[in-house]
């Protein structure tokens, strides 16, 4: 049986992690920049994080949501005390796309209302709800272009009222950070016009963090930053380093009821032994600060390349843009110079740097060193 060729794959194997590295099958170390997609949140096999996993898997891998599993609980905790943020309800799943199918039911249920608003060059995931909300329409098949979605520009703040007037719309949705679309990073004035507006025609606002939550910009969540209160907040990406899981979190004045929403492997035992530990280490290890320290030193870096023109996003969530496609800039880091980046698919000019947090400024210099050589 063939596997469904959806991906393209670069010729590199990776049997082993550890720290900010990656090692392929022939031995090979590869300095990871990207994380598989800001996955990687501690560094690859941090002994404390396999250790709580191999601990609960020879204890109980998994049960349903039928019974009571105490690490939910647990989890929860741990996430309001390290985040500092309070007065909400978790809902664990297993992926961003999840989360945020799930943060749209809550808000249609919550509101009553069935239209979703969304942004420009905006990623909210490829299952059916969340697609239609996301701004690539090569990746929206003709089942998933029913819903009832409108885009808009960011920072138009006159067209957002005018829809929200219309009354039908349950949520607003938006990253405080662009991942796929490219780092863009509205105004503090422009969410707090959202929240505002969200709050005077009864929407409801929803803050994907899947990408730039979890310590990656130098707070916990990035929209902390712009003093706002989302309704909804989902999750995922560094919130398992590497371990499938997602979750919700939903202010308290939205009620609960009863199989409102379901799941069958979320918030498993396994998930929460790896969510429990990955907010341990975060803790532990101050990453949140030391990912706000460490862009700070990319752009002094930054700033002795002329190539480089922008330095977008914050903390270990980067963007170095280019005056050209950077396809074969990545490509020589990468077989050159054993260093792994992303790119941006609604920027083709950007190089997108989405490390594990507790990397340090030697693996920059390790990396500015070899931009420089492969950019002469």
Do not use: W
Request: some cysteine; proline content about 3%; charged content about 25%.
């Amino acid at each position: 049986m063939q596997l469904f060729d959806v991906y393209p794959l670069y010729d590199i194997t990776p049997v082993k992690g550890k720290g900010a590295y990656v090692f392929d099958k022939e031995g090979n170390k590869y300095l990871d920049l990207y994380g598989g997609h800001a996955v990687i949140s501690i560094g690859h096999s941090h002994p404390a994080y396999v250790n709580s996993v191999t601990n609960q898997v020879a204890q109980l891998g998994f049960y349903s949501n039928s019974i009571k599993n105490p690490l939910q609980q647990e989890l929860a905790n741990k996430l309001e005390k390290v985040s500092g943020i309070k007065d909400y309800n978790l809902f664990l799943c297993n992926s961003g796309a999840e989360a945020n199918e799930n943060a749209l039911k809550v808000a249609s249920f919550y509101t009553g209302k069935d239209r979703v608003i969304y942004f420009d060059n905006a990623f909210h995931g490829r299952t059916s709800g969340v697609v239609a909300v996301t701004d690539n329409d090569n990746i929206k098949a003709p089942f998933n272009q029913n819903h009832k979605a409108t885009k808009l520009a960011l920072e138009d703040t006159e067209t957002l009222e005018e829809e929200l007037k219309k009354g039908d719309v349950a949520a607003v949705i938006f990253e405080v950070i662009q991942g796929v679309g490219g780092l863009d990073e509205a105004s503090s004035a422009f969410y707090k016009k959202i929240a505002e507006l969200s709050k005077q025609y009864q929407s409801a606002i929803i803050a994907d963090e899947v990408q730039s939550g979890y310590g990656r910009t130098g707070d916990f969540f990035a929209y902390q930053k712009h003093g706002i209160r989302p309704d909804i907040i989902s999750i995922a990406k560094g919130m398992g380093n590497g371990f499938p899981i997602g979750g919700v979190l939903i202010d308290k004045a939205i009620e609960a009821k009863t199989g409102m929403l379901g799941t069958t492997f979320g918030g498993n035992h396994l998930a929460c032994a790896a969510g429990i530990s990955v907010l341990e280490i975060i803790e532990k290890d101050n990453l949140v600060e030391n990912a706000g320290k460490l862009f700070k030193y990319v752009e002094e870096k930054a700033s002795e390349i002329s190539q480089i023109k922008k330095v977008k996003g914050r903390g270990l969530m980067i963007g170095l843009e280019f005056d050209f496609p950077i396809a074969q800039l990545r490509k020589d880091l990468l077989y050159k110079h054993q260093i792994f980046t992303g790119a941006a698919a609604a920027n083709k000019n950007l190089l997108r740097i989405l490390p594990p947090l507790n990397l340090q400024k030697q693996h920059f210099d390790t990396f500015f060193k070899a931009l420089k050589i492969a950019l002469d």
